[in-house]
Structure formats: C-alpha cells, structure tokens
C-alpha cells in the first residue's frame, strides 16, 4: 500500500507543476492598454496638485482632464478587450492541463500493468539470494528439461553415414567395457544431433574409466546435457561441471558453462564474477571466449555492474597438425597466389606426413577437406580412397572420413 501512496502523490506532485505552468503561461506580461491606464491616473493625480497650486488655470485643467478621462476610457476599452479575448484560451488550457493529469497518471498504471507485478514486494539482496538458492536446488531435472526443449531440425545426412554410425551403435552396446568404441559413439551421435545419445555415452565411457579421466571429460558431458536441453543447465550437467571444477578451476568451457547457470539461478553477481576472470586468463582465440564475450555485457547489466571491456591475455589452444581452418581464413588478406601457395604447403607437409607416418582419422579428413578448397577434387577422391582402405576396420574413423569427403562434395 504504501508504494501506491507514495506513487500516487509523485505523479499528482508532477501534474500540479505541469498545470501550473500552463495556467501562468497565459497570464505572463500585461498588454500595452495596462500601461498607458497608470500613466493617465498618474497625470490626473499630477493634475490636481498643478491646480491646488495654482501652477495651471481653471479652464486649461478641465480641458487637460477631459483629454485624459478620453484617453482613460479607451485605454480601458483596450484592456477589456484584451481579457475577453484571453476567456477562451484559458478554458483549452485549463483542458490541456486535466489531459496531461490525466496521460500521466493514467499511462503509469498502464505501464504499470503490463511490466509491473502487483502485490510484489521489495526484494532486499538477502532475499534475492536466498531465491536464487532456493531456485539451485529446486529447478527442472534434465529429463524435464529435454521433454520441454523445442525439436531440433533434421540435418541432411547421407544413408552411407547413417550406416556407419549405426553399425557404431551396435558394436558399442556389444562392447559395454569398451571405452573407445563409447568415445567414438559420443563423436557420431553428437553430430548427428543425438545429444541425448551422446551424453549418455559419455557417461558410460566415464564409467567404464572408473576415474581415469580429466575435467574435459566431465566438461563434455555437461555441454552435451545442456544442448540436449536447449541451454539449460540442470542439476545433473551441473553436478558434471562441479566435478570438471574440481579436477581442474581453470578449465574454460566449465567456467564459461559455469556462469551460464549462476545467471539462470538468478546470481547474475556471481556469473560476471567468474566470467570477467576467465576472459582475464583467456587464451583470447578459445572458444569459450567468444561465447563470453558475446554476453558479459548483458550480465554486467543484470547484476548492475558498470562493465568495462576486458582483453583476454594472449596465447591460443594447442592447435591439431595440418591446415586448420581458422589458417585457411587467415589467408585471406593475402594476394591470390600467394594464398594459394601458402595453402599448397600446408596441404602437401601433412599429405607427405600422411603417407609416410600415417596419422589420424581426423587428419585425413581434414586433408579432404583441404585438397576441395584447392579444387583438386581427384586427388581428394584418391585420398579417400586410401583412408577407407587404411581405417577398414574401424567403423568411426571410417563414418568420420565419409563425413569430411560430404562436406567436400566429392561422393556420388
């Protein structure tokens, strides 16, 4: 009651004012007829004391009087004029005022309505955190979160690459102890958009490590989980976080998801906190600085902090051998030839590497991919070829080869 009351005479306090100057407005400034009336009386006054005097004869004050009773008398019609005039123009400001009283009071409520919550108290900090308490332990389950989440597009997928990771599914649920074959499975299923399937995976692979793993592991777990949810972080991917943490306080990805959750719970405080330390720590080129930067500010604002940009420390995430695409666009400020010439290198240093030591399914993708960029569609065919033959008897490697000679259009 007592925000209404003190409301209610701030905005009547306001249109008062307001009223006011309208009212005055009309009125500010006498016309010139006011004048010229305190002047006659005057000289009629001066003209009297002239005659008591005997300054001035009889005859020439009645004629001096009479002049200025005349010019009295139209100086008075003048001003009475000048106030019927002015009858009608007070009335639309006396209207204009009662409008004005009545937008202002009536478009707070307005407003009121549609972005107030009546009958909602102050909310002092203490109480602000212990909600944000409450809503930490008392939140939707991931599998309510999954059952709320809206539907995923379906990706286009080649029926070889379906094969291949179906094959996967089966030769992991065969293999239950089998922690490669479970990595692998959470690599297919999460590019496919199964991320419920991944995480799952995920989880076993975990399991069957019994504690034989690094905080990236548990990260990865919990990013699954809250893209199975749709950006919610649960309870559940919370707890994989919290052991991501403890493993490792540095990790990036935990931290950035990290504060993504203290900002849904309603500690947009906290979530700045540990944000702004880790663009501080960086590297600037990680992933998660990016996901950072693009909405710190937003979170400053939540938590009323005046934010001021912060600059990553320099340094980069340990890169994979071979042309990586990020050195593919860096290329792009160079002249044509010389783009193509840097490029070339970099394709023949990993395909000589390749074929003389051999490497990893990913790195002969990434070689697909490369030679396409280079247009030379044969030589990435030949490649592909010889990555089947060498990873025939790995199903993954062999779905991830296919993937990348997708993305190069070179299949049939």
Request: aromatic fraction near 6%; hydrophobic fraction near 40%.
């Amino acid at each position: 009651m007592t925000f209404w009351i003190v409301t209610s005479f701030m905005a009547l306090a306001v249109c008062l004012l307001i009223a006011m100057v309208l009212l005055r407005a009309r009125s500010l400034g006498e016309p010139a007829a006011a004048y010229d009336l305190k002047v006659y009386r005057q000289q009629l006054r001066e003209l009297d004391k002239d005659l008591a005097r005997g300054v001035i004869n009889k005859n020439d004050a009645e004629r001096t009087q009479t002049e200025i009773s005349r010019r009295i008398l139209a100086a008075d019609v003048q001003l009475q004029n000048h106030q019927s005039s002015l009858a009608q123009p007070r009335r639309v400001t006396a209207l204009m005022a009662t409008l004005v009283t009545v937008l202002i009071v009536g478009g707070s409520l307005g407003l009121y309505v549609q972005l107030g919550v009546h009958g909602y108290g102050d909310m002092p900090l203490a109480d602000r955190i212990e909600q944000a308490q409450e809503r930490a332990t008392d939140r939707p389950s991931q599998a309510q979160a999954e059952a709320g989440a809206p539907p995923k597009p379906e990706q286009p997928v080649e029926d070889s690459y379906l094969q291949l990771v179906e094959q996967l599914r089966q030769t992991a649920g065969e293999r239950v102890d089998d922690a490669q074959g479970q990595a692998l499975l959470v690599q297919h299923e999460a590019n496919l958009g199964n991320f419920v399937a991944a995480y799952q995976a995920k989880q076993n692979y975990i399991r069957i490590m019994s504690g034989d793993i690094e905080a990236l592991d548990h990260t990865e777990a919990a990013e699954l989980m809250i893209m199975a949810a749709g950006g919610y972080v649960s309870l559940e991917a919370e707890t994989e976080l919290r052991r991501a943490l403890e493993l490792d306080n540095g990790n990036g990805p935990a931290r950035y998801y990290w504060g993504v959750m203290l900002g849904q719970i309603g500690r947009p405080d906290m979530a700045y906190q540990i944000w702004s330390e880790t663009l501080q720590a960086g590297p600037a080129d990680a992933l998660w600085i990016a996901g950072i930067q693009a909405q710190i500010a937003e979170m400053a604002y939540r938590a009323g902090v005046d934010h001021t940009p912060i600059t990553p420390e320099t340094g980069s995430e340990e890169p994979l051998s071979g042309p990586t695409p990020e050195e593919m666009n860096s290329a792009q400020d160079m002249s044509p030839e010389d783009r193509q010439e840097m490029i070339r290198g970099m394709v023949s240093n990993l395909a000589e590497r390749l074929a003389n030591d051999g490497g990893t399914a990913q790195e002969w993708a990434r070689l697909i991919v490369a030679l396409s960029v280079l247009n030379e569609d044969d030589r990435a065919r030949s490649i592909h070829s010889e990555a089947l033959q060498n990873f025939a008897e790995d199903p993954a490697a062999m779905a991830l080869i296919t993937s990348a000679a997708q993305q190069a259009g070179i299949l049939q």
